[in-house]
């Protein structure tokens, strides 16, 4: 097995391991998430949304680390100032969502939709970007990436 391939299953590995360490999400939390579309402040680390729909959901300040949102909608999410580290965003469309100065490090962004997406102060360095749509993107250093694409 080459050293790439090892990479994400090293990885995988890794947050299966600290998020079965006892850095699991409160039940609260995930309950007030569901109801209300909004948890803000909340400790919804390691919690496993595959394909849900979350579009306009309000997380400010939430930690979600470990978290799964492979495949989920989060079209116009404020995820502003929450800890994303090593969140999967596989598949995930976050078209028009807020995500200025949010903790992104190590964060999985696979063919992940960031059309309009706000990204300002976010960090980024450590995250694992492949085939992400960005379009009208705001970057973490306020740059527009792709301003002249197509869409809105």
């Known amino acids: 097995m080459t050293r790439t391939c090892r990479m994400p299953l090293l990885i995988a590995a890794l947050l299966v391991a600290w998020t079965s360490t006892g850095h699991a999400f409160k039940a609260d939390d995930a309950a007030k998430l569901k109801k209300t579309n909004r948890c803000e402040n909340c400790d919804l680390a390691g919690i496993l949304m595959h394909g849900a729909d979350l579009s306009g959901a309000v997380m400010t300040g939430s930690n979600l680390t470990a978290a799964s949102f492979d495949e989920a909608n989060l079209t116009n999410a404020d995820l502003r100032q929450a800890d994303l580290g090593g969140v999967d965003f596989?598949?995930?469309?976050?078209?028009?969502?807020?995500?200025?100065?949010?903790?992104?490090?190590?964060?999985?962004?696979?063919?992940?939709?960031?059309?309009?997406?706000?990204?300002?102060?976010?960090?980024?360095?450590?995250?694992?970007?492949?085939?992400?749509?960005?379009?009208?993107?705001t970057m973490p250093s306020g740059r527009i990436r792709r301003p002249n694409c197509g869409g809105s």
């Open 90 to 137: 596989g598949q995930a469309n976050l078209t028009n969502a807020e995500l200025q100065n949010s903790n992104l490090s190590g964060a999985f962004l696979r063919r992940t939709n960031l059309t309009g997406a706000n990204l300002t102060g976010a960090d980024m360095d450590t995250a694992m970007v492949a085939d992400v749509i960005f379009c009208h993107t």
